[in-house]
């Protein structure tokens, strides 16, 4: 099983990025799929999940009408994409896969400074 984040990097306030997680070893369309993040001394937090068909969503409040989870479960990805970024969304993020088992992907990071 492999859940490989990309997309990450440095970005200026205000910017966009959008992380993707290519999915292997395992029935991606059955999986309910998420993002978190795990900023230096936090917890890690939930940050976006998608239902197994990609039907329902959820977001964190504090992200909410800035970014956006989709996915497509003919390519084996789930995505993330993020506008108006802040300094606060400074954070490693992970991909994870859940249904009978769960699953983590090894992290991007994402840093947001002018």
């Known amino acids: 099983v492999q859940l490989v984040e990309s997309g990450g990097g440095l970005v200026q306030p205000g910017g966009s990025l959008r992380l993707s997680c290519a999915a292997s070893?395992?029935?991606?369309?059955?999986?309910?799929m998420a993002w978190y993040r795990q900023a230096p001394g936090k917890e890690r937090e939930m940050v976006a999940t998608?239902?197994?068909?990609?039907?329902?969503?959820k977001y964190a409040d504090s992200v909410k009408g800035r970014f956006t989870i989709s996915r497509d479960n003919a390519k084996n990805t789930v995505y993330l994409q993020m506008n108006s970024l802040k300094p606060d969304d400074t954070a490693m993020y992970y991909c994870?896969?859940?249904?009978?088992?769960?699953?983590w992907g090894q992290g991007t990071q994402i840093t947001i400074s002018s």
């Open positions: 994870f896969a859940k249904r009978f088992w769960t699953y």
């Open positions: 070893g395992f029935t991606f369309s059955s999986y309910d």
């Open positions: 998608i239902s197994s068909s990609g039907g329902l969503t």
